[in-house]
């Protein structure tokens, strides 16, 4: 059975740091775009970060140059990096694999994650 599980949320002080990790079991996601995507209360569930290649991934405007995707192919896993966390980064982030780049839209991912928690204290 394919499965995402995150790891890795919890709660931080705004400026500072944390690293999601996704770990992929139940099929090989080597050929699968794998990303991030977070869902505030009240909000709908948004893009965050896509990784297909190391020279080829995406961010939301929000996360460019705070957020670093990055992806191990023998651990199948994948993570991201959030530096310079803000409030308003607060949401339950959500590991994705999908096959249909830009995988910016809910609607191209194939499996989700469970989720994570991620509070930002101001």
């Known amino acids: 059975q394919e499965q995402l599980v995150e790891s890795g949320g919890g709660l931080v002080q705004a400026g500072g740091a944390l690293r999601l990790s996704c770990a992929a079991s139940?099929?090989?996601?080597?050929?699968?775009?794998m990303g991030w995507f977070r869902q505030a209360p009240g909000k709908e569930r948004e893009f965050v970060a896509a990784?297909?290649?190391?020279?080829?991934?995406d961010y939301s405007d929000s996360v460019k140059g705070r957020f670093t995707i990055s992806r191990d192919i023998d651990k199948n896993t994948v993570y991201l990096q959030m530096n310079s966390l803000k409030s308003e980064d607060t949401a339950v982030y959500y590991c994705?694999?999908?096959?249909?780049?830009?995988?910016?839209?809910?609607?191209?991912?194939?499996?989700w994650g469970q989720g994570t928690q991620v509070t930002v204290s101001s």
């Open positions: 139940g099929r090989t996601f080597s050929r699968y775009i």
């Open positions: 990784f297909m290649t190391s020279s080829l991934t």
């Open positions: 994705a694999a999908g096959t249909r780049w830009t995988m910016r839209e809910t609607a191209r991912v194939d499996y």
